[in-house]
Each structure stands twice: as C-alpha cells, then as structure tokens.
C-alpha cells in the first residue's frame, strides 16, 4: 500500500530532480523495511543522468529497497487508450457519411492513434498509471513510498488537473478529431445521400458500441477520482526555490495553483552560497547578499511551511554517493519521519 507520495516541484533548473533522487537514496538509506519508488514525471528525463545509470521505461533497482523509473508517456498512452481508440474508430467508421469513404478509413487508422493525444494527458495517463493501485500493485515489487520528480509548474498542473477533468478532455479530444473528419465531409453530404441509406441500419450496432464506450468512460473517470483521493490523502508537495526573485515568485503560483489538489508541506531554498565564501570574494558576497534578502522573503511567505535549506556544492551531486552528500546538506540528520512528515 502507497503511505506517502512526495511530490517535488518549482522553477526549472533550482534543483528538483537533485533534491528528488538525494531524497530517495536517503529514505532507502533509512528505511531499509519500505520499498521506495523514484519517478520522473518530466518529460525530459534526466534521472539518469544524475544516478549515472541507465533507467529509462522500466522500474529498474538502485539499492535493495530503491527502484527508479523513467516512464515512456507514449508507451503509457497506447496502452491505457488502446481499447478506447479502436472502439471509438470503429464508431466513427460507422457513422454515416463517413464511413462511407475508404481514404477516411484510412485517415482515422493513422490519425487517431495514441500519437495525436495532446502532450498534457498523455503525462497524465502515465501519472495515473503508476500511482494507481490496482496496477501498482500488479508490479512485481509494491511501493510504499512514491517519491515523484515533477516538470516545472505549468506542466506539473496539468498532472494534477486532468486526473479529475480526463474524461472531458478525451471526450472533447474525440468530438474535436470527429467534427473535424464531418465538417470535411459537409459538402460531399448531398452526393451520398442516396447511399447513405443502408448505413441507418446499423443505428443499433452504434448504439452498442456507444454504450461500451460510455462504460470505458466511467472506468476511466474512477480511475481519475481514485488518484485525486490519493494525492490528497497521502500526497505531499514540496516545491523548490533558489534565492531569487523569478523562482520565488514561481513556488508562491505553483502553491496557490495546486493547493486545491495536494497538501503542501515544505519548501527547499536550494544552491544558496555558503556564508563563509561569500566573505572571501565580492562577486559572491554580492550575489550572497541578494540570496540572504530572498531567504528571509521566502521564509516569511512560507513561515507555516518546514523550510528545508541547502547551500550550493562544490562538486556536481552525481551518482549515489554524490547525492547522498546532497541529501546530507538537505535533511543534516533530520529522521525519515522528519522528512515524510515534516509539519508532524
Ligand atoms: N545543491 C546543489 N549544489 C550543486 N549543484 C546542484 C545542487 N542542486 C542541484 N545541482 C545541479 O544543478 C543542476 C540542475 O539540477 P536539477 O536537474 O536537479 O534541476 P531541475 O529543477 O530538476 O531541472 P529541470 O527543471 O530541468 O528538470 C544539475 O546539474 C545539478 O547537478
Ligand atoms: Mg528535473
């Protein structure tokens, strides 16, 4: 059973993915009993790159109790969508006018496929996918604690948004693609008026089929409850933040935009330039001037928050042992159920 999902998002670049990962080989450090999932809901992946280790569309392990994976959207889609998809091309196949035509046929084969669903759903297909528990739990491995590496802000919405509007959106995605196809079909409609009436024959085979879809769409539609009802019982967001203006102004949407879907429980002021250094050179006391004005701001907006603070590291955190010295800058020696429950 999933107890926790962790949820790290803000701006690009301060650090979502690094904190993500060093977390997570933390949590598998501390609690060796719980199986622990790390997974990138970024399009463009990168955790392998920060774990130096091929992880792509598999749950491939890291530690004894540490899995990661980096979900193929697409992948994900043309499962989740393939009944779907062939019952609405049939449907539409047999809808008159057009399915009198073999190139519209052929158009609807090679359009509507899994390929031409926007971008938004498809992340969040995958995103239901992997956090639902019937299918969790037809893993090899069961996860106790999720730990998720979101894309920046406007994508990460759209993971949150769509689970409970999804069924609009294929709906509206299908009739779209099918007024397409009938108001191309418009003018062609006088022509093959005489032929179309045969087609009225198969109104009660249309009118199966809809219903089988209809039934598609119900499952789909509890499927984006179950997930809602999830996030918000055992989700927790953490957004990111350097010390700067465009990225603080960034966690303050990203809270206000998401706060209806998951609970928000700490914020990480990430690459701050330690206060040792910034004596020794004017170029970094500058700059560390500027991140000590944006640190208090960021504190006091967030002051109900836990405030996890980390300085910037000499070293890239890379590979295992490089992000647990990034976790170790994060957490110090905070407990994991510090880290899982830090408002607790
Ligand atoms: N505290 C730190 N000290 C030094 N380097 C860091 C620190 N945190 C992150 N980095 C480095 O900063 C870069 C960006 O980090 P990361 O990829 O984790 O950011 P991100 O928010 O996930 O970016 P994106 O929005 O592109 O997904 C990486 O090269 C990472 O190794
Ligand atoms: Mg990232």
């Not at 609405?88 to 809808?95: A, G, S, V």
């Not at 009198?100 to 996918?129: V, Y």
Request: aromatic residues 8%; proline residues 4%.
């Amino acid at each position: 059973m999933i107890e926790k999902i962790l949820v790290l998002g803000g701006k690009g670049g301060v650090g979502k993915s690094s904190i993500s990962a060093a977390t997570a080989v933390l949590l598998s450090d501390l609690l060796p009993d719980k199986r622990i999932l790390l997974i990138s809901f970024d399009m463009a992946h990168n955790l392998s790159d920060l774990l130096s280790k091929d992880i792509g569309n598999a749950i491939t392990p890291l530690t004894s109790n540490l899995w990661a994976i980096e979900p193929d959207a697409n992948d994900y889609a043309e499962k989740y969508t393939r009944d779907l998809v062939k019952k609405m091309k049939t449907l539409m196949k047999q809808m008159p006018l057009v399915g009198m035509i073999p190139q519209i046929e052929e158009f609807i084969d090679t359009t509507f496929t899994s390929d031409s669903i926007p971008l938004a759903l498809k992340n969040a297909m995958f995103f239901q996918k992997i956090l639902d528990a019937e299918d969790i739990n037809s893993q090899d491995v069961q996860f106790d604690i999720i730990i998720a590496d979101f894309p920046p802000t406007a994508n990460m919405i759209t993971l949150f948004e769509i689970p409970e509007d999804q069924v609009k959106v294929v709906l509206k995605y299908s009739l779209n693609f099918y007024n397409s196809i009938k108001g191309a079909m418009h003018n062609f409609s006088k022509m093959f008026r005489q032929l179309l009436k045969p087609f009225n024959d198969d109104y009660e085979k249309r009118k199966e089929l809809g219903k089988e879809i209809f039934n598609m769409m119900v499952v789909l539609e509890k499927r984006g409850e179950r997930i809602s009802e999830l996030i918000h019982t055992v989700g927790s967001l953490r957004l990111v933040s350097i010390a700067e203006k465009p990225s603080f102004e960034e966690v303050k949407r990203a809270r206000d935009l998401t706060n209806k879907y998951i609970n928000l429980d700490a914020v990480h002021i990430n690459m701050i330039i330690p206060k040792k250094h910034a004596k020794k050179c004017d170029f970094c006391g500058q700059i560390s001037t500027i991140q000590q004005r944006y640190l208090v701001e960021i504190k006091s907006e967030f002051k109900n928050e836990k405030i996890w603070e980390s300085n910037r590291l000499k070293e890239e955190p890379i590979g295992l042992d490089g992000l647990r010295k990034l976790a170790r800058e994060i957490y110090n020696d905070a407990s994991a159920y510090d880290i899982l429950d830090p408002k607790a």
